[in-house]
């Protein structure tokens, strides 16, 4: 987003382009727990985080994606740190 935004606007807007197909405005709520992955070397490298990408919701979800990038505009920070990242890694 641009610099020029204030706090209100980042707060509504950062994160997130509305979804083109179904015309929304506001995020989605993925209320999954799991997602389907191509195959099993797929599914390993999301777990090792070689990809970036949703594996667990308790891990990350798309949602909370938004959440992130929101909290860190507020904060005017670049972004929260990448998956990859070893703050991630437990």
């Known amino acids: 987003m641009s610099d020029d935004y204030k706090f209100d606007t980042l707060s509504l807007h950062a994160g997130h382009v509305p979804d083109a197909q179904h015309g929304s405005r506001a995020v989605p709520i993925h209320q999954t727990t799991s997602y389907v992955f191509r195959d099993s070397e797929h ?6 985080m070689e990809l970036g990408g949703h594996l667990y919701t308790r891990i990350s979800n798309p949602t909370v994606a938004v959440l992130e990038q929101r909290v860190a505009a507020l904060e005017q920070a670049v972004s929260p740190p990448p998956r990859r ?6």
Do not use: V
């Open 85 to 90: 990242h070893p703050a991630w890694r437990r």
């Open 43 to 48: 599914a390993a490298a999301l777990y090792n």
